[in-house]
């Protein structure tokens, strides 16, 4: 168990309907991220939050939205759903490992919730 | 933008056996990382490698900064080894979660 907790794991809905994921960070992470994995695109930064506030967007389309809680769990919501949805949604929270520049922020992944559009 | 290349995309090893997996990245980085994602999906990270050498367990990596590639070594390989591995970096100026991902390397060990 990562610590990182992702629902559902697995959820079937039809095109045009709209769905959201919901992450919990591990105890004392700020940060959520959200990874996109599909067969074509592999595995793609959809967004990140730090303490609720966004921090940085990927290729994230205007479907998609997500937030971040007070209590630091965050939801993605998929609105107008297309067969081209259909992957691997990821959550990962970190730890910031180093000092200042020299440092990062190391990511631990969620199960994942696995979407699939018919 | 930085360009994450992995090789080779294919593995196939017998049990017992080691191998090398190559990562190669563009730009300067400051956050390599490996991960390992199992048959069943889950993306475990494996090594923070931003130069040197770590080693834990069977797999060890090593990141060469300044000649932009890092390689992950798998010893003694067992069945478990299966799966996707990918490395994945950013870039110094990026947000430090935004990482991309190589296309990764599929290894399959067989008993």
């Known amino acids: 168990d990562s610590g990182v907790t992702q629902t559902p794991k697995h959820l079937i809905t039809a095109t045009g309907q709209r769905v959201t994921l919901r992450c919990s960070p591990r105890?004392?992470?700020?940060?959520v991220y959200w990874y996109q994995q599909s067969l074509d695109q592999g595995l793609q930064f959809l967004i990140q939050?730090?303490?609720?506030?966004?921090?940085a967007k990927g290729n994230i389309l205007e479907r998609f939205s997500a937030q971040q809680f007070p209590d630091l769990h965050s939801e993605l919501n998929l609105s107008s759903l297309e067969l081209g949805d259909s992957a691997l949604y990821f959550c990962?929270?970190?730890?910031?490992?180093?000092?200042?520049?020299?440092?990062?922020?190391?990511?631990?992944f969620g199960a994942g919730s696995r979407l699939t559009v018919l | 933008g930085i360009q994450v290349e992995q090789s080779p995309p294919d593995l196939i090893l017998q049990e017992g056996a080691n191998s090398t997996l190559r990562c190669n990245f563009s730009?300067?980085?400051?956050?390599l990382q490996w991960f390992h994602q199992n048959p069943w999906g889950q993306l475990i990270n494996l090594f923070y490698?931003?130069?040197g050498t770590k080693q834990n367990g069977r797999l060890s990596a090593t990141t060469v900064a300044t000649e932009r590639y890092s390689l992950l070594y798998i010893s003694s390989s067992q069945t478990t080894d299966s799966g996707v591995y990918f490395c994945?970096?950013?870039?110094?100026?990026?947000?430090?979660?935004?990482?991309?991902f190589g296309a990764g390397t599929q290894v399959v060990v067989t008993p």
């Open positions: 105890s004392g992470d700020l940060s």
């Open positions: 939050y730090y303490n609720g506030e966004e921090r």
């Open positions: 990962a929270s970190s730890v910031f490992l180093g000092q200042g520049n020299s440092g990062a922020n190391v990511l631990t």
């Open positions: 994945a970096a950013h870039m110094t100026t990026d947000s430090w979660g935004k990482l991309q």
């Open positions: 490698i931003p130069s």
């Open positions: 730009d300067s980085v400051n956050n």
